[in-house]
C-alpha cells in the first residue's frame, strides 16, 4: 500500500497569511494526487485534483503542485472560511490512501 | 446540482449486519464510479470500496474484503453498502462519493460527497 504522509499535522494562522501543507507519497505516484478540505460535520469536499488542476467553484487563492513524491497545497490568502483539515490521497493505485490530515486553525 | 443522500447508519451490536444507502441525484449516476469512504471518531479519512459505473468492478480495502458488499441499482440511483460481520473498529461516520470517471483509474477523484451516515458498533 502507497502511504501517504502529511506535514504539520496542525497548523494555526491568521487570516491573509499564506499556508503551506506537503504531502509525501512512500513511492511515486506521477500526478494522481487529490486534495479535500474537510470541515467538522460537513461532507469533504475536493479542491485540486491531478496534483495541479483545481476543481470547479474553488478559489483561485488554492494551488496544488509536485509530482512523485511530494506534493504541496498552497492557500495564497487565508480567508475565515478556509479553516478546516485538508487531506491529501492519490488515486494512482488501490487501495487508494489519504494522509493523516492537517488541521488548519485560527490563530 | 449534484446530492447524495446516505441513510441506514444505526447502533448494532458486534457481529451484527446493516445496509447503508445512498440515493443520487442530478447527474447520470450509471457514468460514474461511486465510491464509500468512512471517518471513525477523531480519525482522518478512509477508503472502503468502489464499484464502477456499471456495477460490474468492485473494490475493497483490505480490512472489510468479505464482510462488506458494495452494490448500485443504476435504474433508482442508488449506491448500497451491505456490512456483515460488525466490528467495534467499524464505528465511523460513512460517506458516499460520486468518482470523476466510471472505472477505477488513476484519474479518479471524489467530486461530490453526501453529508454521512454514523455507524456505531458496540454493545
Known amino acids: 500500500d502507497i502511504q501517504m504522509t502529511q506535514s504539520p499535522s496542525s497548523l494555526s494562522a491568521s487570516v491573509g497569511d499564506r499556508v503551506t501543507i506537503n504531502c509525501r507519497a512512500s513511492?511515486?505516484?506521477?500526478?494522481?494526487l487529490n486534495w479535500y478540505q474537510k470541515k467538522p460535520g460537513k461532507a469533504p469536499n475536493l479542491v485540486i485534483y491531478?496534483?495541479?488542476s483545481l476543481q470547479s467553484g474553488v478559489p483561485s487563492r488554492f494551488r496544488g503542485s509536485g509530482s512523485g513524491t511530494d506534493f504541496t497545497l498552497t492557500i495564497s490568502s487565508l480567508q475565515p472560511e478556509d479553516f478546516a483539515t485538508y487531506y491529501c490521497?492519490?488515486?494512482?493505485?488501490?487501495?487508494?490512501?489519504f494522509g493523516q490530515g492537517t488541521k488548519v486553525e485560527i490563530k | 446540482e449534484v446530492q447524495l443522500v446516505e441513510s441506514g447508519g444505526a447502533l448494532v451490536q458486534p457481529g451484527g449486519s446493516l445496509r447503508l444507502s445512498c440515493a443520487a441525484s442530478?447527474?447520470?449516476?450509471?457514468?460514474?464510479?461511486m465510491i464509500w469512504v468512512r471517518q471513525a471518531p477523531g480519525k482522518g479519512l478512509e477508503w472502503v470500496s468502489t464499484i464502477i459505473g456499471s456495477g460490474v468492478g468492485t473494490y475493497y480495502t483490505d480490512s472489510v474484503r468479505g464482510r462488506f458488499t458494495i452494490s448500485r441499482d443504476n435504474s433508482k440511483s442508488t449506491l448500497y453498502l451491505q456490512m456483515n460481520s460488525l466490528r467495534a473498529e467499524d464505528t465511523a461516520d460513512y460517506y458516499c462519493a460520486k468518482g470523476t470517471t466510471d472505472l477505477v483509474i488513476a484519474t479518479t477523484a471524489f467530486d461530490n460527497w453526501g453529508q454521512g451516515t454514523l455507524v456505531t458498533v458496540a454493545s
Open positions: 442530478g447527474f447520470t449516476f450509471s457514468n460514474s464510479a
Open positions: 513511492q511515486t505516484i506521477d500526478s494522481y
Open positions: 491531478a496534483a495541479s
Open positions: 490521497q492519490q488515486s494512482y493505485s488501490l487501495p487508494w490512501t
